[in-house]
C-alpha cells in the first residue's frame, strides 16, 4: 500500500510539472509570436528605436550580402540606413507565411517565416525567408540573431 501510494503521489508530481511545462511553452509560444509581429511592425513604419527595444544587446544581424552586424545599437543603425536609403519611398506592407517555432531550449528558441513585402515601385511582391533566433533576457524574449535571403527560382532544377 505504501508503495502504491508513492507510485501515485510521484504520478501526480510529474502530471502536475508537464502540465505547468506545457501551460508555460504555450505563453512562449504567443509570446514568441508577438515578438515577430512587433519585428515586423517595426519594419514596415521604419522605427528602428522600436526594433532595437526587442533586441539582445549583443544581438547579430547577417544581410543577404553576408555582412555581419553586432550588437544592438549597430544593427539598429543599420536597419535604419537601410530604411532611409535603399527603401527611402517604399511603403512596405508585409505577410508573414509559413510560420515555424522550434525551440532549442527552455529560453532559447529559433523561428523561421516567410515575409511577403509588397514595396511600392516594385512590379510584383518581394519573398523572404528570415531566421530568427531568439533569446529569454530577464524573462522577456528578445532577438539574438536574424537574417533574410530572397526566395528565388533555383538556377539550376534538381531532378
Known sequence: MKNLLAAIMIGIV??????????SRAGDEKAIESL???MGQSWETG??????????DKAVHVSPFGEVT????????????V?????SK???KMTIA????????ADNAIVTFKVVSEI????KPQEDLLTVSVQRVNKQWKIAHFQGVAVSEPPIKRS
Do not use: H
Open 90 to 92: 517604399a511603403k512596405i
Open 47 to 56: 522605427d528602428m528605436a522600436g526594433l532595437g527595444n526587442l533586441l539582445t
Open 14 to 23: 510529474i502530471y502536475c510539472a508537464n502540465a505547468s511545462g506545457q501551460s
Open 70 to 81: 553586432t550588437g544592438r545599437e549597430e544593427v539598429k543603425r543599420l536597419m535604419q540606413w
Open 98 to 105: 509559413q510560420y515555424a517555432l522550434y525551440f532549442a531550449g
Open 36 to 38: 515577430m509581429w512587433q
Open 120 to 123: 511600392t515601385g516594385q512590379p
Open 83 to 87: 530604411r532611409d536609403v535603399a527603401f
